[in-house]
T-cell receptor, first 116, second 109 residues
Framework: DTGVSQDPRHKITKRGQNVTFRCDPISEHNRLYWYRQTLGQGPEFLTYFQNEAQLEKSRLLSDRFSAERPKGSFSTLEIQRTEQGDSAMYLC??????????????FGPGTRLTVT | SQQGEEDPQALSIQEGENATMNCSYKTSINNLQWYRQNSGRGLVHLIL?????REKHSGRLRVTLDTSKKSSSLLITASRAADTASYFC?????????FGPGTSLSVIP
């Protein structure tokens, strides 16, 4: 257990439905990242926050995806009008800001999304 | 395009043997990290090597970094069945951590 939790762990939804995932980072970490991972691939960066500010958003993230970190603590990732291509593992990670002595990311267990 | 590329894509060895994985990257870096992922789980940070370091050890892990060749290697000595996992290198050229596609290691008891 890294201290980063994600909920739910598994989600099965029908195409066209909206889904929301939650990530609770390590409390003292001010950075929070979202990644998407498909089978046999490394995690692909989606977006990241420093405190409550969303600093970067990947071009992979279509308008159907939105992420928030309202109080600089937990974060949510919402996918609207899900498509079968959205089926993947969604990973959350937290870290201290760049420039600190260690810059390692602590990953949650992931949310596996299956769109039928 | 991915910043890091691991080689080989898959590696199968007998328990007790050493496993070597390589990573090549494209742009200049401040540090390079290696992560492990067991099947269906999140990633676990293994080791970070800074750009001014050439070699680093952590237990049975040895990481080297050659910034002139833009490459790194991860050596796992005396492998165990529990080392079976995917291994990823990661760089952060602009505060955005980029992972390679990974090396899938199978250690046969």
């Amino acid at each position: 257990d890294t201290g980063v939790s994600q909920d739910p762990r598994h989600k099965i939804t029908k195409r066209g439905q909206n889904v929301t995932f939650r990530c609770d980072p390590i409390s003292e970490h001010n950075r929070l990242y979202w990644y998407r991972q498909t089978l046999g691939q490394g995690p692909e960066f989606l977006t990241y926050f420093q405190n409550e500010a969303q600093l970067e958003k990947s071009r992979l993230l279509s308008d159907r995806f939105s992420a928030e970190r309202p109080k600089g603590s937990f974060s949510t990732l919402e996918i609207q009008r899900t498509e079968q291509g959205d089926s993947a593992m969604y990973l959350c990670a937290s870290s201290l800001a760049a420039g600190t002595p260690t810059y390692e990311q602590y990953f949650g267990p992931g949310t596996r999304l299956t769109v039928t | 395009s991915q910043q890091g590329e691991e080689d080989p894509q898959a590696l199968s060895i007998q328990e007790g043997e050493n496993a070597t994985m390589n990573c090549s990257y494209k742009t200049s870096i401040n540090n390079l990290q290696w992560y492990r992922q067991n099947s269906g789980r999140g990633l676990v940070h293994l080791i970070l090597i800074r750009s001014n370091e050439r070699e680093k050890h952590s237990g049975r892990l040895r990481v080297t970094l050659d910034t002139s060749k833009k490459s790194s290697s991860l050596l796992i000595t005396a492998s165990r069945a529990a080392d079976t996992a995917s291994y990823f290198c990661a760089t952060a050229p602009n505060d955005k951590v980029i992972f390679g596609p990974g090396t899938s290691l199978s250690v046969i008891p």
